[in-house]
């Protein structure tokens, strides 16, 4: 019902349509049948008799044969074309659901082997399986059919011919069936291998791996184990095809003795006199076209089945319950934050993970304030702004914004109130224009500030000198796009979150890879850039942190420091050290 209902929903004129001809080309094979008896009939009788009168309903039949004919090519073409359109629609329609579903899924699904399982196979079978399913339903619905309108003149001869004819193809309708649950069991099986394959594959291909690839003379490891992996996946699929091939033999076998059987049993009447030369030709097209009729219809059972096996994991997939409940009614975000944002008492482990990745976190950033988070790697400080941006959800605790906890507010709201630069930021393969523009795609683009929000990441001067300036595409892969380095590629997603107008703006170690120079004049206006916005900024350089209003040091999941940096430093402890160590290596560079 699952693949009716989305066939309807993409194209329901073309579906009508298909079963409208699908309908109409079911009663082909009888009249076919029957127009041959008749012709041969009547050219026997002409001979037999030689009146003229007779040649001319020979002619009008053998023009009535042509012409169903003809109608039923034309028929097949008409559901060719229906059918390619059909696929063509139906592949843009699945795949805007299948978008739909993977950029609203919760982030943790990104984390789960079984999510990937499931989106693995439902991205191999989304394209065609529902539309398969509805096909070969009419198609057997149209055999069907057929079959009814032949077998009532088989039955005419001996009802037990047309018994025998069903029991003919069943053997091979039970191998077909066999074979289907058979590759089913193994592709299930063999999802994660399949989706190892294409891990390597892009390994091997992907340029974002070609230079280690290279450095390290990667390609025979990572080849053998693909071509491994192969051969795992080819023998248990020549396995099932070969057993399948032998039973299929086997099958066909039984049916043709059974066929033949049957037209010898019919043959030796007709000799005897039981019946006209045409009677006997109908009864050996109608035998000959009942088989292939019920074959096509296993087939068709089949196929349905085999169908409806995959279309489940679609439907799983497109039903997947998000577990963070998207609060789409919720309150409206504090216009402007009056006290602030406050963390009490939250703790967090990563689902799939026994281990806490925030432990009884309580910090205030006051609004209009900038905090920094300082600590070392792996002790949660891109965990914990995480959770502001409601990417995940706290275990236990609150996060709350003017006294709301962020879960009441519209996640809407709270998405179009802050702005952020993650460790891992995107490069788009578009405009440098467009870049920028992504950090607030609900502003209509206006050159101005795309420039201004360059311009307060230290980027402009570089995008305005591209050959085609802010118009030119970045990265290598288009024809003339032009790469940027990393630095570059940096400055260029700080802009972007400079671009949005929030009023909170995350900054998650927003300067790792610039040179400590532009670090510097960035930083050096940074209390101007977000003059009025309520700032969290994350990063090893304590030259940048020492301007924040307010600092927490994390350590293992955990604040075990916070204050100015002058009460930091005054105090001794871990960040008084972490400054030290920096400040020699600096001093001794000459960059403070
Ligand atoms: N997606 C994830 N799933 C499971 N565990 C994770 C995930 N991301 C991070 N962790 C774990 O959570 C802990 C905190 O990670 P987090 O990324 O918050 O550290 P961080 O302080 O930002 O480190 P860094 O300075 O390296 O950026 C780490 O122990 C890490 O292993
Ligand atoms: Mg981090």
């Keep these: 019902m699952f693949s009716f209902k989305l066939v309807l929903e993409c194209s329901r004129l073309f579906?009508?349509?298909?079963?409208?001809?699908?309908?109409?080309?079911?009663?082909?094979?009888?009249?076919?049948?029957?127009?041959?008896?008749?012709?041969?009939?009547?050219?026997?009788?002409?001979?037999?008799?030689?009146?003229?009168?007779?040649?001319?309903?020979?002619?009008?039949?053998?023009?009535?044969?042509?012409?169903v004919f003809f109608l039923n090519?034309?028929?097949?073409?008409?559901?060719?074309?229906?059918?390619?359109?059909?696929?063509?629609?139906?592949?843009?329609?699945?795949?805007?659901?299948?978008?739909?579903?993977?950029?609203?899924?919760?982030?943790?699904?990104?984390?789960?082997?079984?999510?990937?399982?499931?989106?693995?196979?439902?991205?191999?079978?989304?394209?065609?399986?529902?539309?398969?399913i509805v096909n070969n339903t009419f198609s057997f619905f149209q055999n069907s059919i057929s079959i009814i309108s032949l077998g009532i003149l088989i039955i005419s001869l001996h009802w037990a011919i047309f018994v025998l004819l069903a029991l003919a193809a069943l053997?091979?309708?039970?191998?077909?069936?066999?074979?289907?649950?058979?590759?089913?069991?193994?592709?299930?099986?063999?999802?994660?291998?399949?989706?190892?394959?294409?891990?390597?594959?892009?390994?091997?291909?992907?340029?974002?791996?070609?230079?280690?690839?290279?450095?390290?003379?990667?390609?025979?490891?990572?080849?053998?184990?693909?071509?491994?992996?192969?051969?795992?996946?080819?023998?248990?699929?020549?396995?099932?095809?070969?057993?399948?091939?032998?039973?299929?033999?086997?099958?066909?076998?039984?049916?043709?003795?059974?066929?033949?059987?049957v037209l010898g049993l019919v043959s030796v009447q007709a000799a005897q006199g039981a019946f006209t030369v045409g009677v006997l030709a109908m009864f050996i097209l109608a035998i000959q076209k009942g088989i292939s009729l019920f074959t096509e219809l296993f087939r068709n059972a089949a196929r349905v089945y085999e169908d409806s096996l995959y279309v489940v994991y679609m439907i799983d997939f497109l039903n997947l319950k998000n577990k963070i409940p998207e609060n789409k009614d919720g309150l409206n975000f504090p216009s402007p934050i009056q006290k602030g944002i406050v963390f009490k008492n939250?703790?967090?482990?990563?689902?799939?993970?026994?281990?806490?990745?925030?432990?009884?976190?309580?910090?205030?950033?006051?609004?209009?304030?900038?905090?920094?988070?300082?600590?070392?790697?792996?002790?949660?400080?891109?965990t914990l702004i995480k959770l502001l941006c409601r990417l995940y959800e706290a275990n236990s605790g609150e996060i709350l914004i003017d006294g709301t906890n962020i879960k009441d507010f519209s996640e809407i709201e709270l998405r179009k109130n802050i702005s952020a630069l993650f460790q891992n930021f995107c490069r788009y393969n578009l405009t440098a224009s467009e870049n920028i523009w992504f950090g607030d795609t609900q502003k209509p683009v206006f050159d101005a500030e795309i420039r201004n929000a360059a311009k307060k990441a230290k980027v402009h001067e570089l995008l305005k000198g591209l050959s085609k300036g802010y118009g030119t595409v970045l990265g290598k892969i288009y024809e003339d796009?032009?790469?940027?380095?990393?630095?570059?590629?940096?400055?260029i997603a700080l802009a972007r979150a400079f671009y949005k107008d929030s009023q909170v703006i995350i900054l998650d170690e927003p300067s790792s890879a610039m040179d400590p120079e532009t670090e510097y004049e960035i930083f050096k206006l940074f209390k101007e850039i977000t003059k009025g916005k309520t700032s969290i900024m994350i990063s090893h350089r304590l030259s940048t942190v020492k301007m924040a209003d307010y600092i927490y040091v994390m350590e293992k999941e955990r604040i075990v420091e916070s204050g100015t940096h002058e009460q930091l430093l005054k105090s001794g402890g871990i960040y008084h050290s972490m400054f030290h160590k920096q400040s020699e290596t600096f001093f001794e560079k000459g960059l403070i």
């Excluded at 094979?29 to 012709?39: D, G, Q, R, S």
């Excluded at 925030?358 to 209009?368: A, H, Q, R, T, V």
């Design 15 to 67: 579906t009508f349509l298909n079963l409208g001809i699908m309908l109409i080309q079911s009663t082909f094979p009888l009249l076919t049948v029957f127009l041959i008896k008749e012709l041969i009939d009547a050219v026997t009788f002409a001979q037999s008799s030689q009146q003229g009168a007779t040649g001319n309903y020979v002619v009008l039949l053998v023009v009535f044969t042509g012409l």
């Design 73 to 132: 090519a034309l028929a097949d073409a008409s559901r060719n074309y229906i059918l390619q359109v059909q696929r063509q629609q139906f592949f843009d329609f699945i795949f805007e659901k299948i978008h739909q579903k993977t950029t609203s899924v919760n982030i943790e699904f990104f984390e789960n082997d079984e999510y990937y399982n499931l989106f693995s196979r439902t991205l191999n079978n989304a394209d065609k399986r529902p539309l398969d």
């Design 171 to 261: 053997p091979l309708g039970y191998v077909q069936w066999r074979n289907t649950n058979k590759l089913y069991q193994w592709y299930k099986s063999h999802t994660r291998d399949e989706r190892k394959i294409w891990d390597v594959n892009d390994v091997l291909t992907n340029a974002y791996f070609a230079t280690e690839m290279r450095l390290f003379d990667l390609s025979s490891f990572f080849r053998k184990v693909f071509s491994s992996l192969r051969n795992k996946i080819r023998t248990g699929f020549f396995n099932i095809s070969r057993q399948n091939l032998f039973l299929e033999g086997g099958a066909q076998l039984f049916t043709v003795l059974a066929i033949f059987s």
């Design 346 to 382: 939250v703790s967090f482990s990563y689902p799939n993970s026994s281990k806490k990745a925030l432990d009884n976190i309580s910090l205030e950033i006051p609004s209009g304030s900038t905090i920094a988070l300082v600590g070392a790697n792996g002790s949660g400080k891109s």
């Design 481 to 491: 796009s032009q790469e940027v380095s990393v630095g570059e590629w940096q400055k």
